[in-house]
């Protein structure tokens, strides 16, 4: 990969305690739902936070699930294989993952309410992938997305085929001293969510491949931004 031209696998990022897993709320801030007033989004279901027997459920489904997968995890550790059962880190915001799932926040007019619908996985086609990349050249931070040859599967994340010829797009693009800052989030699968600041004071929490992917775009942003500190304002 070029070094001055790096992509990442991103998306608006799914709650994972119980009360809100695999569920996102859109917010300004005042905690307002703001998801049927973002211009041009498909409507959705609206978001809920589960209450004790929707909670109740998500646990039994953990379990089971983790029961499922126990065989395949002892068959991997047997060959040395790096399969192994998600982790997740500490709480770090409490009002932000369990009892709410914001993955923006934002007045209207501010920078992360013009983020791209195709990032939230519940309304975009299966078969799209939504890349994060960043580029030295111009200073940008783009949205792209493609058509993945091997994304048919609801049951596929990621997918792993080509790229549909003629479905590549910018979705979004932005001057890079407009992010304020970005930052790992601790609470999440495998630690692959990270929040981006923008310098309006808005935000947004997204998701990526995994930790080391999250922490190199973190670095990414942050060091852009420390440099910029290091200049000094323009003479």
Request: charged share 30%.
């Amino acid at each position: 990969m070029d070094a001055e031209h790096q992509r990442f696998r991103v998306e608006f990022a799914s709650g994972t305690a119980a009360s809100v897993a695999k569920r996102r709320s859109f917010r300004d801030h005042e905690r307002n739902d703001v998801e049927a007033d973002l211009p041009g989004w498909l409507p959705k279901r609206p978001f809920v936070v589960r209450g004790l027997f929707g909670k109740l459920g998500q646990h039994v489904q953990t379990v089971v699930g983790g029961l499922l997968m126990l065989p395949l995890y002892v068959i991997a550790g047997l060959f040395n294989s790096p399969a192994s059962p998600d982790r997740r880190g500490k709480l770090e915001e409490r009002e932000n993952e369990i009892d709410d799932f914001p993955v923006m926040c934002a007045a209207p007019g501010e920078t992360a309410r013009s983020l791209p619908w195709q990032l939230d996985p519940s309304r975009r086609p299966r078969r799209t992938v939504t890349e994060l990349e960043l580029a030295d050249s111009d200073g940008l931070v783009r949205i792209t997305s493609y058509e993945d040859t091997a994304r048919g599967n609801r049951f596929v994340e990621w997918g792993g085929g080509g790229k549909v010829p003629g479905s590549e797009a910018v979705l979004w693009e932005l001057p890079r001293q407009d992010i304020a800052g970005a930052e790992v989030k601790s609470f999440s699968m495998n630690e692959s969510d990270f929040r981006i600041r923008f310098g309006d004071g808005s935000w947004a929490r997204l998701t990526t491949t995994g930790s080391s992917a999250a922490r190199k775009i973190v670095e990414l942003l942050n060091q852009r931004q420390a440099d910029r500190t290091a200049a000094g304002p323009p003479g």
